[in-house]
Structure formats: C-alpha cells, structure tokens
C-alpha cells in the first residue's frame, strides 16, 4: 500500500496540534508518541484512514488546550481534511468529552478510565481496536523505557500514580485478550503488552 498526499496531510496537522506538546516527565516531543503508534499500527496491516487516526487519535483530547482552539473545530477539520472514517475513530480513542479549551474541566481520572475501558470491551471496530491498542502498547512501552532510569518515580508523573495505573493497563490488557481471542486485533501485540505488563 502506498500513502497518499492525503496523510501528509495528516502528519502535517498532527505536528501542528502537538507542536507545544511533550511527554510526560520525559522532555520528548509528543509527536515520538504518535508516529510511534502510527507505525505500529501500519506494521500491523492499517489502511491509510486507520494510519491517520493513529496520527491524531489524541487530537481532540489534546488538541483544543495546546493550540486554544475549540474542540468543535478540530472535529469538523478532521471531518473536512480527511473524513468521516478518520473522526469516527478519533472520536472513539478519546476517553473525555469536555472541552478544555473553553474552560470546561475533565470529570475524575478514575471516572474516564472505567468508562474508556468499558468502551474498549464493547467495541467490535477493527480499525478502531488497533488504533487503540498500539497506542496502549506504545504507552506501555515508553513507560517500561523511562522506568529503567527514573525507576519508580516514574508513577509520580501519572494522575493515578503507581496503583491506579497498573489498574488500568491490567483491565486494558484483559479487554485486550478478549478481542484477540475473538479475532479482532493481532495476537502478537497482546503477547507483547502482557509480557511489558508482567515486568511492571
């Protein structure tokens, strides 16, 4: 498969979304996060539109703060640059429902995971399932990276510190099982997910 003009697009608007956007605690641009998701997901067989929402799967969730610009409007840019398909699974990635850049605030950190992974479990959206996946998976994997240096301080960047978060990427990694039992998302990914989760 060859990538059109349309996803440089995309990489474009991306980095324009992210520009002032770090990692957390880490000092390394946001944008490592989502091409790091964006070849992961290609790796594992997305099509353009897939790789695309794996460009901007945190748009909406970060976007409006970082450029001040509303929610509302980021959503109907999507829809206009690069289609319904691309929204739909941007939209579905995104664990909060608030506009930040209009001074809404985000509900409690445990509220938005418990339903994020509810979510998760009842999705049967192939495209959507990777997208999500490898952006847990790349989670996981520059969590376990920075965690070799920083060692346990490393739950002190993360709202639900060391328990909460383990919890969470727990109860993602059995919604995970699930739909690779079922098909859905490829089994080496889960494989590897669990093997980084075991050595937490």
């Known amino acids: 498969m060859n ?4 996803f440089d697009q995309a990489l474009l608007y991306a980095a324009d979304l992210h520009r002032p956007q770090i990692r957390k605690g880490s000092g390394i641009p946001y944008m490592n996060h989502l091409l790091g998701v ?5 790796g594992y067989g997305a099509d353009e539109e897939m790789a695309m929402a794996a460009l901007l799967h945190d748009a909406l969730e970060d976007g ?17 640059k690069f289609g319904p398909r691309v929204l739909e699974v ?8 608030v506009d930040t850049s209009m ?16 979510h998760m479990e009842s999705a049967t959206d192939k495209g959507y399932l990777l997208v999500t996946c490898c952006d847990k998976l790349h989670n996981l994997r520059s969590i376990w990276q920075d965690r070799e240096v920083v060692q346990e301080a490393i739950w002190e960047r993360f709202t639900g510190k060391k ?31 669990e093997g980084l989760l075991e050595r937490m």
């Open 3 to 6: 990538l059109s003009e349309r």
């Open 38 to 42: 964006c070849s992961m997901a290609l």
């Open 64 to 80: 409006p703060e970082n450029i001040k610009r509303p929610r509302v409007q980021i959503e109907q840019e999507i829809q206009e």
């Open 90 to 97: 941007v939209r579905a990635c995104t664990d909060t429902e």
């Open 103 to 118: 001074g809404g605030e985000k509900e409690e950190w445990q509220v938005r995971k418990a339903r994020y992974i509810d």
């Open 163 to 193: 328990e909460g978060s383990l919890w969470y990427y727990r109860e993602l990694g059995r919604v995970m099982g699930i739909h690779a039992e079922a098909g859905r998302i490829p089994v080496v990914l889960v494989t590897e997910y």
